[in-house]
Protein backbone atom coordinates (compact mmCIF):
# COMPACT_ATOMS: atom_id res chain seq x y z
CA UNK A 1 0.00 0.00 0.00
CA UNK A 2 0.78 3.00 -0.43
CA UNK A 3 -0.02 6.40 1.37
CA UNK A 4 0.01 9.73 0.15
CA UNK A 5 -0.11 12.38 2.89
CA UNK A 6 -1.63 15.62 1.97
CA UNK A 7 1.20 19.03 2.35
CA UNK A 8 0.72 20.70 5.56
CA UNK A 9 0.01 23.96 3.24
CA UNK A 10 -2.09 24.53 0.27
CA UNK A 11 0.03 24.66 -2.68
CA UNK A 12 -0.73 25.43 -6.53
CA UNK A 13 -3.17 23.73 -8.40
CA UNK A 14 -3.40 20.74 -5.25
CA UNK A 15 -7.06 19.89 -6.26
CA UNK A 16 -6.32 19.40 -9.97
CA UNK A 17 -2.63 17.55 -8.86
CA UNK A 18 -4.89 15.26 -6.54
CA UNK A 19 -7.87 14.87 -9.00
CA UNK A 20 -5.15 13.67 -11.25
CA UNK A 21 -3.31 11.04 -8.45
CA UNK A 22 -6.81 9.18 -7.79
CA UNK A 23 -6.91 8.85 -11.65
CA UNK A 24 -2.94 7.12 -11.62
CA UNK A 25 -4.11 4.83 -8.74
CA UNK A 26 -3.85 6.75 -5.47
CA UNK A 27 -6.21 4.43 -3.05
CA UNK A 28 -5.03 6.13 0.53
CA UNK A 29 -4.71 9.95 0.78
CA UNK A 30 -4.48 11.12 4.10
CA UNK A 31 -6.00 14.84 4.61
CA UNK A 32 -3.50 16.56 7.02
CA UNK A 33 -4.28 19.88 7.09
CA UNK A 34 -4.03 21.48 10.60
CA UNK A 35 -4.43 24.56 9.98
CA UNK A 36 -8.04 24.61 8.89
CA UNK A 37 -11.23 24.29 10.13
CA UNK A 38 -14.36 22.65 9.67
CA UNK A 39 -15.48 24.52 7.01
CA UNK A 40 -12.26 24.76 5.12
CA UNK A 41 -12.00 21.26 5.15
CA UNK A 42 -15.69 20.84 3.87
CA UNK A 43 -14.62 23.22 1.10
CA UNK A 44 -11.55 21.37 0.65
CA UNK A 45 -13.58 18.27 -0.32
CA UNK A 46 -16.52 19.89 -1.86
CA UNK A 47 -13.60 20.56 -4.95
CA UNK A 48 -12.02 16.79 -5.37
CA UNK A 49 -14.71 14.50 -7.24
CA UNK A 50 -16.99 12.70 -4.66
CA UNK A 51 -16.00 9.25 -6.65
CA UNK A 52 -12.79 9.26 -5.13
CA UNK A 53 -13.86 10.10 -1.40
CA UNK A 54 -14.11 6.98 -0.60
CA UNK A 55 -9.85 7.24 -0.88
CA UNK A 56 -9.64 9.74 1.83
CA UNK A 57 -8.63 9.67 5.48
CA UNK A 58 -8.95 12.61 7.43
CA UNK A 59 -6.99 13.27 10.52
CA UNK A 60 -8.67 16.38 11.74
CA UNK A 61 -12.49 17.00 12.36
CA UNK A 62 -13.39 13.32 12.35
CA UNK A 63 -16.91 13.96 12.49
CA UNK A 64 -16.44 14.66 9.13
CA UNK A 65 -16.77 10.64 8.42
CA UNK A 66 -20.31 11.13 8.89
CA UNK A 67 -20.84 13.53 6.11
CA UNK A 68 -18.89 12.35 3.67
CA UNK A 69 -18.43 8.39 2.41
CA UNK A 70 -14.29 8.70 3.18
CA UNK A 71 -12.39 5.76 3.73
CA UNK A 72 -11.82 6.56 7.27
CA UNK A 73 -10.15 8.50 10.47
CA UNK A 74 -6.63 8.74 11.28
CA UNK A 75 -5.53 9.74 14.85
CA UNK A 76 -2.35 11.52 15.37
CA UNK A 77 0.23 10.74 18.15
CA UNK A 78 -1.27 12.39 20.85
CA UNK A 79 -5.35 12.65 20.09
CA UNK A 80 -4.50 8.69 20.03
CA UNK A 81 -2.93 8.77 24.15
CA UNK A 82 -5.73 10.74 24.64
CA UNK A 83 -8.40 9.26 23.39
CA UNK A 84 -8.15 5.16 22.88
CA UNK A 85 -8.25 4.33 26.37
CA UNK A 86 -11.58 4.65 26.62
CA UNK A 87 -12.79 4.41 22.64
CA UNK A 88 -16.75 3.35 23.11
CA UNK A 89 -17.05 7.28 24.26
CA UNK A 90 -14.87 8.36 20.99
CA UNK A 91 -16.47 6.85 18.53
CA UNK A 92 -20.08 6.76 19.66
CA UNK A 93 -21.29 9.47 17.32
CA UNK A 94 -19.19 8.40 14.32
CA UNK A 95 -20.53 6.25 11.51
CA UNK A 96 -17.40 3.45 11.72
CA UNK A 97 -18.98 1.06 9.93
CA UNK A 98 -16.77 -0.47 7.26
CA UNK A 99 -13.94 2.38 7.69
CA UNK A 100 -10.23 2.34 8.51
CA UNK A 101 -8.61 3.43 11.78
CA UNK A 102 -4.88 3.94 11.52
CA UNK A 103 -2.47 6.05 13.83
CA UNK A 104 0.89 7.69 14.04
CA UNK A 105 4.00 6.48 16.03
CA UNK A 106 7.33 7.40 16.14
CA UNK A 107 8.41 4.66 18.43
CA UNK A 108 8.44 1.13 17.76
CA UNK A 109 7.74 0.12 21.37
CA UNK A 110 4.90 1.92 21.97
CA UNK A 111 3.44 0.84 18.57
CA UNK A 112 3.87 -3.23 19.62
CA UNK A 113 2.08 -2.42 23.33
CA UNK A 114 -0.40 -0.57 22.21
CA UNK A 115 -3.43 -2.66 22.84
CA UNK A 116 -5.90 -0.93 20.37
CA UNK A 117 -6.15 -3.08 16.90
CA UNK A 118 -5.70 0.26 14.08
CA UNK A 119 -6.31 -1.19 10.85
CA UNK A 120 -2.77 0.10 10.10
CA UNK A 121 -0.04 2.00 11.72
CA UNK A 122 2.34 5.16 10.21
CA UNK A 123 5.82 4.52 11.79
CA UNK A 124 8.46 7.61 11.35
CA UNK A 125 11.01 9.03 10.55
CA UNK A 126 12.56 5.80 8.53
CA UNK A 127 14.82 8.01 6.57
CA UNK A 128 15.97 11.74 7.20
CA UNK A 129 12.39 13.19 5.91
CA UNK A 130 12.21 15.39 2.72
CA UNK A 131 9.31 17.67 4.20
CA UNK A 132 11.13 18.25 7.60
CA UNK A 133 14.43 20.03 8.26
CA UNK A 134 16.66 18.36 10.75
CA UNK A 135 14.32 14.88 11.16
CA UNK A 136 16.68 12.65 11.50
CA UNK A 137 15.89 9.29 9.99
CA UNK A 138 16.20 6.46 12.49
CA UNK A 139 15.82 2.61 10.71
CA UNK A 140 13.37 1.20 12.37
CA UNK A 141 13.48 -2.66 11.61
CA UNK A 142 9.84 -3.71 12.61
CA UNK A 143 10.25 -7.28 10.89
CA UNK A 144 9.81 -8.71 14.91
CA UNK A 145 6.11 -6.71 14.87
CA UNK A 146 3.46 -8.51 13.70
CA UNK A 147 1.16 -5.74 12.85
CA UNK A 148 0.20 -3.76 9.67
CA UNK A 149 3.00 -1.15 9.57
CA UNK A 150 3.50 1.69 7.24
CA UNK A 151 6.87 3.51 7.27
CA UNK A 152 7.08 7.49 6.44
CA UNK A 153 9.95 9.39 6.74
CA UNK A 154 12.12 10.18 3.66
CA UNK A 155 10.63 7.69 1.74
CA UNK A 156 11.34 8.13 -2.72
CA UNK A 157 12.63 6.13 -5.04
CA UNK A 158 16.43 6.47 -4.42
CA UNK A 159 15.36 5.10 -0.67
CA UNK A 160 12.13 2.93 -1.59
CA UNK A 161 14.50 0.02 -1.77
CA UNK A 162 15.69 -0.30 1.54
CA UNK A 163 12.26 -0.10 3.18
CA UNK A 164 11.19 -3.11 2.21
CA UNK A 165 13.71 -5.65 3.81
CA UNK A 166 13.12 -3.45 7.18
CA UNK A 167 9.72 -5.30 7.41
CA UNK A 168 7.51 -2.73 6.53
CA UNK A 169 3.89 -3.54 4.70
CA UNK A 170 3.62 -0.28 2.90
CA UNK A 171 4.92 3.27 2.66
CA UNK A 172 4.11 6.96 2.98
CA UNK A 173 5.17 9.75 0.88
CA UNK A 174 4.59 12.95 1.30
CA UNK A 175 8.07 15.30 0.07
CA UNK A 176 8.86 12.68 -2.09
CA UNK A 177 6.03 13.25 -4.38
CA UNK A 178 4.76 16.92 -3.16
CA UNK A 179 8.20 18.63 -3.15
CA UNK A 180 8.96 17.23 -6.68
CA UNK A 181 8.54 19.38 -10.19
CA UNK A 182 6.21 16.82 -11.73
CA UNK A 183 3.76 15.31 -8.66
CA UNK A 184 1.98 12.94 -10.42
CA UNK A 185 4.81 11.52 -12.62
CA UNK A 186 6.81 10.98 -9.16
CA UNK A 187 3.50 9.03 -7.88
CA UNK A 188 3.95 6.64 -11.05
CA UNK A 189 7.67 6.18 -10.99
CA UNK A 190 7.09 5.10 -7.10
CA UNK A 191 4.11 2.81 -7.47
CA UNK A 192 5.67 1.51 -10.38
CA UNK A 193 8.76 0.83 -8.68
CA UNK A 194 7.25 -0.60 -5.09
CA UNK A 195 5.25 -2.62 -7.59
CA UNK A 196 8.13 -4.16 -8.70
CA UNK A 197 10.22 -4.52 -5.79
CA UNK A 198 7.16 -6.29 -3.74
CA UNK A 199 7.19 -8.62 -6.96
CA UNK A 200 10.91 -9.83 -6.55
CA UNK A 201 10.54 -10.09 -3.00
CA UNK A 202 7.40 -12.75 -3.22
Known sequence: MIILIAPENDIPNEIELLNALFKEGLM?????????????????LNEIEAT??????????????NEYSLKGIHFQEQKRRDHIDNPGRYFKGLEMFGKTISSSFHEPQELESCEFEFDYHLLSPVFSSISKKGYEGRGFD???????????????????????????????????????????????????????????KN
Request: glycine fraction near 8%; proline fraction near 3%; hydrophobic fraction near 40%.
Open 142 to 200: VNHIDKLIVGMGGINEKTLAETIPLGFKGIGVLGGVWNTENPVESFVALKKLYTELLFK
Open 52 to 65: YHNRIVVHYHHELI
Open 28 to 44: FYHLRKPSKNYQEHCAY
